[in-house]
């Protein structure tokens, strides 16, 4: 987590972004995969990206 709220210094890491990494993973997902796995993997995946994006903007000063 430390890394990308480092990154997010330095670039711009909003939902824009997490958005974009999210529709991106959801697709090779469904192209690769299928199943509950998958569907558990792109579940976690939505986790992630809303967990780091919440760490990044509360770690920003105000």
């Known amino acids: ?7 997010s210094k ?3 890491m909003t939902d824009k972004e997490f958005s974009e990494w999210l529709k ?4 090779t997902t469904d ?3 299928e199943g509950e ?3 558990e993997a792109k579940t976690r995946a939505s986790n992630i ?3 780091m994006l919440h760490k990044i ?3 920003q000063p105000n």
Do not use: C, G, V
């Open 1 to 7: 987590m430390d890394k990308h709220i480092q990154l």
């Open 10 to 12: 330095i670039a711009p």
């Open 24 to 27: 991106l993973f959801i697709q």
């Open 37 to 39: 796995k998958a569907e």
């Open 49 to 51: 990206a809303r967990l």
């Open 57 to 59: 903007n509360t770690s």
């Open 31 to 33: 192209e690769l995969f």
